[in-house]
């Protein structure tokens, strides 16, 4: 028996980048929304000394600029980067054979056959869960978020002329709160699947998951 390892370059600095810094925007933003949504029923001391709120606040809109932003640059990057850096918005859902291998990967993940297949890129099922979870998911948060941010920087604001009309759009403002606080917990619920299934594939199926996203190299190791 001998081991022999393969390594293909896949994710460029660019999309290392992005894919690091949106994880911790992702982690401010969740844990600042959740206390924005359900606010401290008391502070101790005089009211007019406390601005823990106003600080909870403020991390959350920065992080929500650092995260819309990065969207937009990974969006640029999909069209300067290599052909990994696109796997991310575009699904060939006309395809039948990728349906056929995003069955395998269920089949996979539930344990149902031995062998994994291998992908240098995301594999089938994971690129859907990225296309409906991130981009999807980034989409309606960004549009969600900053119809929210334009209520309170006021009426002709930059903010309002570009996402003011979501709010219409759903309803009422609170309707938009409770939208836009479903869509934390769908990106949560994508971040403890995605954690969950990097480790389980480094284990499991011979080929790095986490390592890859730090030096941009993915390691193949199969026994001959």
Do not use: C
């Not at 393969?6 to 600042?32: G, Q």
């Not at 969006?75 to 990728?98: D, E, K, M």
Request: proline share 4%.
């Amino acid at each position: 028996m001998t081991q022999t390892n393969k390594v293909v370059y896949v994710y460029e600095a660019p999309l290392r980048l992005w894919h690091w810094t949106n994880a911790l925007s992702i982690l401010v933003l969740a844990a600042t929304g959740y206390f924005i949504g359900s606010p401290f029923p008391t502070q101790p001391g005089e009211a007019s000394s406390s601005f823990l709120m106003g600080y909870i606040r403020f991390a959350h809109f920065a992080a929500a600029y650092v995260f819309a932003i990065g969207f937009v640059g990974r969006i640029y990057w999909a069209f300067v980067g290599n052909h990994h850096a696109r796997q991310l918005f575009t699904l060939p859902v006309f395809r039948a054979s990728w349906w056929s291998e995003v069955l395998y990967e269920i089949r996979w993940y539930l344990f149902l056959v031995r062998e994994p297949k291998k992908y240098v890129g995301h594999n089938p099922l994971a690129q859907l869960f990225m296309f409906l979870f991130v981009t999807f998911g980034s989409v309606f948060m960004i549009f969600t978020g900053f119809a929210l941010y334009s209520q309170g920087e006021g009426y002709g604001s930059w903010s309002d002329r570009l996402f003011g009309w979501v709010v219409p759009f759903f309803g009422q403002g609170q309707d938009v709160h409770t939208w836009h606080h479903l869509g934390m917990w769908w990106l949560l619920t994508f971040v403890i699947m995605h954690v969950y299934v990097a480790i389980r594939e480094d284990i499991m199926s011979r080929q790095s998951i986490i390592s890859t996203m730090v030096s941009g190299y993915r390691m193949f190791k199969d026994e001959k």
